[in-house]
């Protein structure tokens, strides 16, 4: 236990699965957007495969382990980030059916295999490059938000090529990137299925896009409900509540 933190990395938990994961303020936290994309996405429940690309210290697998029995690949470039993921994984008794593998998405078809995956969820960089000048973000904290060595397209063509026929990709972005997503989905076999705008609060314009595709689906977009993070009162709706600890209707 003493050795399981390096640095300013803290143990925190994670409510609603009773589980923990290895976090840092200098190098990388997940954020709410990594709960609703877990919540999102559909999952095969008992057996498949499920790949989760910019896995970053690997909340949405870790996520996802509560939901299903499946085989998750965890995909992140950065090395220390993988490596907290793969503490984290460890720590939680998961090592058999988490795996982490420490590469770059694109092109990672070529090394997981083709058409082989029943799931793919992305967190991606929300960020254009050009952006990335912010002098208070470390090189982990740029890479993970800015698009700096992976773009919007490349995540979707890598989400397509993992996916089997009639697979779904599950993504959360920005709202102002709608139609790039739904262009560069459909440029790669990915048919939008599903959608879902996240809203600070009622009254307010969404700040994050939930979407989810098949692969060689039919057209067929659902629009689904709203959801709202904060209540007139200020604490979260009780939907919210329920995603991060697990309380019961």
Do not use: W
């Not at 959801?227 to 919210?240: C, I, K, P, R």
């Amino acid at each position: 236990m003493e050795n399981i933190l390096q640095d300013d990395e803290r143990l925190d938990y994670l409510l609603a699965e009773g589980l923990r994961i290895i976090q840092s303020p200098s190098v990388f936290s997940f954020s709410l957007d990594a709960v609703l994309l877990a919540k999102f996405a559909y999952v095969p429940i008992r057996k498949g495969k499920i790949v989760d690309l910019c896995a970053g210290n690997g909340a949405i697998p870790l996520f996802l382990s509560a939901r299903t029995n499946a085989d998750i690949t965890a995909v992140e470039l950065q090395g220390r980030l993988a490596n907290m993921a793969e503490r984290s994984i460890r720590y939680n008794g998961l090592e058999n059916r988490i795996h982490v593998v420490n590469d770059d998405v694109i092109n990672i078809a070529s090394r997981l295999g083709y058409e082989r995956y029943d799931t793919v969820t992305c967190n991606p960089p929300y960020f254009p490059a050009y952006e990335a000048s912010e002098k208070n973000l470390s090189e982990h904290v740029a890479i993970a938000r800015h698009e700096l060595r992976l773009t919007l397209e490349q995540a979707i063509q890598s989400a397509s090529e993992l996916l089997k026929q009639g697979g779904k990709a599950a993504f959360v972005h920005r709202p102002g990137r709608l139609l790039d997503i739904v262009t560069a989905m459909r440029a790669n076999r990915l048919e939008p299925k599903r959608i879902r705008f996240v809203y600070p609060k009622a009254g307010k314009e969404a700040n994050t896009l939930l979407i989810e595709g098949i692969k060689d689906g039919k057209p067929d977009l659902k629009i689904l409900p709203p959801l709202y993070v904060y209540g007139a009162d200020g604490a979260y709706t009780e939907e919210v509540r329920q995603l991060l600890y697990g309380q019961e209707n």
